[in-house]
């Protein structure tokens, strides 16, 4: 007669599964322990899976509008700055203007008209970082204002030197919401350029009014010039404001997008951020339950029927 082991087969195979299902609960706690995440599958995830992705889209749909946003508000910015200086010419015309007029002195009022010219011209031809026309509406590769003098302005109608189009740039800031950013050539700089055709060409079209006015020069510049430019002055103070109310809007979107995006960002941590303390605990009870199913498991295969007879 043989003595076998005490531990039957069905005892044995039964051990091997404990042992096979904390090993595993054991693999389940190392991994999120070390990697912070619940599960790197899918299944893992179960049925939050749909939720996750949901989210984790939603966070990165609102980090892109942020990042656009933000290119909108540098851009809105550089334009304040311009559209700033630019109101600021046209005050410094209608002043200049009102003293000739007020004094019937034209003296250095031609001089003040060509040097605001060529500064309304560089704001009106400038570019962004990348060399594009901020005003030129999506002709971005072309020079929206072509006049290069107060002469060349004479020879022609204002509206034929602007040539940008009518299309304002928009920026999409959130689901649904859309921002115009951009500002045309056309609408900030007609006026202006009228009030500065209409004071060269009031000595005969030559450019060359100065010193003491005749009652004829000063009705003019009271009745035809003085209008203009003070329309023009009231026109771009509106728009620069306009576009300070355009760039509030624009952080305002970017603080909205901040925290929707902590926000999803938060709910996809809620699902696939494991909770440290809690995995810490599971893994100490898996290593000890793992240790001991092993330790039993090797005493039922250890154990035999000498170990309950009676010694001779």
């Known amino acids: 007669m043989s003595v076998d ?20 609960n054991l693999q389940q706690s190392e991994t999120q322990v070390s990697s912070g995440k619940v599960s790197d599958t899918y299944a893992g995830i179960g049925d939050k899976t ?43 015309l209608q002043k200049a203007v009102q003293t000739a007029a007020g004094n019937s002195d034209g003296t250095d009022l031609m001089n003040q008209a060509n ?44 509206s034929s030197f602007f040539k940008n189009d009518s299309s304002k740039k928009t920026v999409q800031v959130g689901d649904g919401q859309t921002e115009t950013i951009g500002v045309l050539a056309s609408d900030i700089g007609t006026d202006l350029m009228t ?7 009031l000595d005969g079209g030559t450019g060359s009014l100065s010193g003491a006015l005749t009652t004829t020069q000063t009705d003019s510049l009271k009745n035809t010039v003085l209008p203009d430019v003070s329309k023009a002055a009231t026109s771009l103070n509106s728009v620069t404001a306009l576009n300070g109310d ?16 902590k926000l999803y960002t938060g709910f996809v941590s809620d699902i696939e951020d494991v909770d440290m303390a809690k995995a810490l605990t599971n893994l100490s009870s898996n290593q000890t339950a ?8 090797s005493k039922l295969n ?11």
Not at 5 to 24: E, W
Not at 124 to 153: R, V
Not at 195 to 201: R, T
Not at 305 to 312: A, E, G
Request: aromatic letters at 6%; a neutral charge; zero cysteines.
């Open 195 to 201: 009030s500065l055709q209409n004071l060269y060409n």
């Open 5 to 24: 082991r005490v531990a039957t087969n069905s005892q044995t195979n039964y051990m091997l599964s404990q042992i096979s299902k904390a090993n595993s």
């Open 246 to 261: 355009v760039y509030n809007n624009l952080k305002s979107s970017i603080t909205n997008q901040a925290t929707m995006s």
């Open 290 to 297: 793992l240790q001991a199913v092993l330790t039993v498991t």
């Open 302 to 312: 250890n154990l035999s029927l000498l170990n309950f007879m009676p010694s001779q």
């Open 50 to 92: 749909a939720a996750l992705e949901g989210a984790r889209v939603a966070a990165q749909r609102a980090d892109a509008y942020q990042a656009n946003t933000q290119l909108a508000v540098t851009q809105t910015d550089l334009q304040d700055t311009q559209l700033t200086t630019l109101a600021g010419l046209a005050s410094q």
């Open 115 to 158: 040097s605001i010219f060529q500064q309304a011209s560089q704001i009106l031809n400038s570019t962004d970082a990348n060399g594009n026309y901020i005003y030129g509406g999506s002709l971005t590769d072309q020079k929206p204002f072509t006049a290069t003098s107060l002469a060349n302005l004479s020879t022609g109608t204002v």
